[in-house]
């Protein structure tokens, strides 16, 4: 059977085609540099590709699109070339079994199974047999180490991933497509609908979260309205290190994010909206004031990017779409803490809180009203801690602010998610920061 081979510099999802085809030299090239392109696999008298595949190098991703009949796509194959150039680990996968030619692409009914896998042997498989919503069935993936691993082929040799889904059992042989004259590429580089690498949680306009006058909504209400920022108070970090973790969850190794600020001490303060609704309780519109998220202030400069911190063990090669690194917590609680104190910090912190010594030194509970619960101080480095509520369990991201010069600005965590923007008053869109 013949399969025929066509490369482009991208793959328009929306479109299901080529963007910018390309000769096989070219992709060679590309290849070899590192640059994005695709491959696309075809079937004579078939409309839809057999497979696409996207190769990235640079971002150490190789992701791999599968398509029925019906032009649905039926296999998301996340691929990772990490510390051995000759292999891929298969890092993610989520497979598709639609129930009839009927049944829309990613139809939430649809049943599918998800592996997530790791380097380290780790991972899980997850079976959603009435699809999303419909219950799940989480086991351990059992597979051999060929299973999750991929020999990396060169250039030009690889095989049709594809071929036992499509039934192909017969050899295969490849011909190269026939390129055809692409338009020039306009000033803007591929459409946002062409298929890139997967990116990680991104930070959304901080900046603006902290900027009074700011409209925003969280998709429940329609208006909010940012307001002055509320200071709490200071928190002292003689180390020159910071730590932003979740005190409830301590496994005596250190805290689980670190930042590098000037030894000192600092403002501690939260964002805050206020916005109207109708009270039920009341039958009246009340206003309120929430807070969304807490900040430790290094500086006053604005912002001009922002960064998610890592762990010691976070490897961002391994990040699939809108993964998120930070903190963990079972007890809806993070701190802002001097690393170089934790262990004295922290102990101040579990006989306070959780044993419920009274008149002890170094621990006072704070009700000020404000998502700050608790503080400790060591004496013997002046260290300090602070801890704060979060508006539940999970992880949450540690988002560094930092300057043009690569200063840091400010560390903020979100209590929940980040609100979306509205339109200023004059119509224009709100000057949102990175």
Known sequence: MVVEVGYAQAWDLESCAPWQPM???????RDATGFPYVVVYRESGRKAPLEVRLVSWRDHYVGLWVYDAQ?????????RLLDDPSRLLRRYSVSWYYTGPEMAEFDKACPRIIVD??????????????????GSYVTSPGLRDDERWLDRPAFGEWPLLSAQVHGLIEPLAFEPAEVAEAAEPGDGGAPATCWRPPRPAQPGPINELFRPGVRV????HPEMTVVEPRRVGTLRVPSGLLAVSGPDIDHGDGPRITVAVPPGEYVLDEARVRYSYQCEWRDAEVTTTEPTAVRLLVSETPAATWEMA?????DPRLFIEQQTAGFDTDGATGCFADAGSWDPLIALFERGLIRGESD????EDIDDGSMFLQRTWDEASGGELMSFATTGDGTYPVWVGRSEAGE????????????ELLP?????????AV
């Not at 000769?23 to 090239?29: H, I, T």
């Not at 002890?360 to 621990?363: A, K, V």
């Open 71 to 79: 032009g649905r796509r039926t296999y998301d194959l996340d691929m």
């Open 360 to 363: 002890l030194d170094g621990y």
């Open 23 to 29: 000769s096989a030299e070219e992709a060679r090239e």
């Open 310 to 314: 890592l762990g010691p063990d976070d």
């Open 117 to 134: 896998l790791f380097p380290d042997g780790r991972g899980q498989r997850t079976v959603e047999r009435q699809g999303q919503g419909g």
């Open 424 to 432: 200023e008053r004059d119509g224009t869109p709100t000057d949102a």
């Open 408 to 419: 840091v600005i400010g560390v903020v965590v979100l209590v929940e998610g980040m609100p």
């Open 217 to 220: 909504t969280d998709g429940y």
